[in-house]
Structure formats: C-alpha cells, structure tokens
Nanobody, 127 residues
Framework: QVRLVESGGGSVQPGGSLRLSCEAS???????????MGWFRQTPGKEREGIAS???????SKAHDVKGRFTISFDKAENTLYLQMNSLIPEDTAMYYC??????????????????WGQGIQVTVSS
C-alpha cells in the first residue's frame, strides 16, 4: 500500500517562497528509474488542476501559469517529490495535493487519473 504525506505548506506573503514535500512510503518502481507522480491544487468550487508532474524517465511537465515560478523535482533515495514555489501570488492560494501511480499503469501526467493521493496541504498567499 502506498501512502503519500505532504508537508511544507503554510502562509506566505506575495513574492515569497515555499517548498512542498511529498513522501511516498511503500512506492515501488518496477523496471523504471524514477516515479510517476504529480502535484495538484484545488480551490473551493473549482476542479482540481494538475500543476506539475514527474515521469518515470525523469522528465517533468508544468502548467503554463506556474512555469518560471515553480520547480518540480524527485529524490529517489528519499522517495520524495518536491515542489519549489517561488514568486508566489494570491492566486496560488489553494489546497495542494500530491499523487502517485504504480509502475504497472500508464503515467497520467497532469491529469487526475492517479491511483494514490495525499491528504492535501494548505498554501495561503496573502499580505
């Protein structure tokens, strides 16, 4: 069983930075060199959106509105996915979730089709 635990959220002023972490205990890699995982966010009344994803070949993808500000990375030794968020703006305020897909299935990228999800962590950007 895979368990995902996010950390690093909180409140920050506009222009500030936060680094989210998602530890994936129980995750297996199969024959792949890296994990299939993603970061999502959701605000009340809106659909959950994929903002960044990490693929099994070590490539990544980011949504247009976070490019140049957010960086996704993965540490296999720690089984942990990271999201470095810089130049935060109030519109980044949301509940942030990480997700993971086992090696037997197609990697969903920034779509919501992941099998495993974390409990979510709040990020608030406000002056």
């Amino acid at each position: 069983q895979v368990r995902l635990v996010e950390s690093g959220g909180g409140s920050v002023q506009p222009g500030g930075s936060l680094r989210l972490s998602c530890e994936a205990s129980g995750y297996t890699y199969g024959t792949y060199k890296s994990a299939c995982m993603g970061w999502f966010r959701q605000t009340p009344g809106k659909e959950r959106e994929g903002i960044a994803s990490w693929d099994r070949d070590g490539s990544s993808s980011k949504a247009h509105d976070v490019k140049g500000r957010f960086t996704i990375s993965f540490d296999k030794a720690e089984n942990t996915l990271y999201l470095q968020m810089n130049s935060l703006i109030p519109e980044d305020t949301a509940m942030y979730y990480c997700a993971a897909e086992p090696p037997s299935d197609i990697c969903p990228g920034r779509t919501n089709a992941y099998t495993y999800w974390g409990q979510g962590i709040q990020v608030t950007v406000s002056s």
